[in-house]
């Protein structure tokens, strides 16, 4: 890759981020209920509840409460927690390892499981496992993150007692959460590996290789479904961004101790710092997802070059 898209890259990045920020910052602030108020309970005077909003800054115009809170994070600081009391990045990091551990549970079972069916599905096309693969794929995405959470807790743990309700604790308290988190993935790249398997099988260069005496399993897996891996390649490296933020739901549900969880109690208390520093952090490791992306397809295609 040269300097300038290197270079272009980083500015279109930083102006996202810089909008996300923006965005967030607004919402936030749109959203009715005072921070103050919260901190302090109902039965707060209206003079302590001046006095706390002044001592947070709450009381400034918009523009300036932004500036502050844009030039701190650029510095790493993103304040203190209005609830907690303590500074927002240290305590927001605590989560962090609770969701790269259910983020990457989910990653691998969406691959582990959506790759191998697809290939199956394109391989035997029109026959029994395709139409069962594509069936199981259609189902998985029309299941709601929550619903299949639910299911998952009455039947294999309430019913059957086999795996804890929730919390996070050793790898049986990680099944059902990452099971749920995955599912609509799996059914995404079932159908994304198909495709791209059968726009391959199609090429000459595979029908030749088959036509050699090759044997089929290496026709399918050296030749034709390295050359389908940059789309799966490219839903797979987003969906490690969207996995991080979809945990929200699922890390509720299953009480989860991860970011996501952490981000619906600030939402729910009015933690401006807390939420604003999830969001950017969200919003980096999805930029920095697409950027290992795009530099992962020139290793998968040499012709691929960019400009």
Not at 102 to 130: E, Q
Not at 189 to 215: C, F, I, N, W
């Amino acid at each position: 890759m040269s300097f300038r898209y290197v270079a272009q890259r980083s500015v279109h990045s930083l102006i996202l981020l810089v909008g996300v920020s923006v965005v967030v910052f607004l919402l936030l602030h749109i959203v009715p209920g005072d921070p103050a108020q919260v901190l302090l309970g109902e039965q707060a005077t209206p003079q302590r509840v001046a006095e706390v909003r002044r001592a947070l800054g709450l009381d400034r115009p918009l523009p300036e409460q932004y500036w502050r809170f844009l030039s701190r994070a650029a510095r790493g600081d993103f304040g203190q927690s209005i609830r907690a009391m303590r500074p927002v990045l240290p305590y927001v990091l605590e989560r962090l390892p609770a969701t790269l551990e259910l983020s990457a549970g989910a990653l691998l079972i969406s691959a582990g499981l959506g790759i191998p069916l697809g290939v199956l599905a394109a391989a035997r096309r029109h026959s029994v496992w395709d139409r069962l693969s594509m069936g199981l794929a259609l189902l998985a995405q029309s299941a709601p993150n929550f619903w299949v959470g639910l299911i998952l807790i009455a039947l294999v743990s309430v019913k059957l007692g086999i795996l804890p309700v929730s919390g996070r604790g050793g790898l049986d308290h990680l099944v059902l959460p990452s099971v749920t988190l995955a599912i609509f993935f799996v059914g995404l790249v079932v159908r994304l590996t198909r495709s791209g398997m059968l726009e391959v099988l199609a090429q000459d260069y595979v029908r030749t290789a088959g036509a050699k005496g090759l044997p089929e399993r290496l026709v399918i897996f050296r030749h034709a479904l390295k050359n389908a891996m940059i789309p799966i390649v490219t839903v797979l490296g987003l969906q490690v961004g969207t996995l991080l933020g979809g945990a929200v739901v699922t890390e509720t549900v299953f009480a989860w101790p991860g970011m996501g969880q952490l981000a619906v109690q600030a939402i729910y208390q009015r933690d401006y710092p807390v939420v604003q520093c999830i969001v950017l952090l969200l919003g980096a490791a999805f930029v920095l997802i697409n950027w290992a992306v795009d530099v992962s397809y020139s290793f998968l295609d040499p012709r691929i070059q960019s400009a």
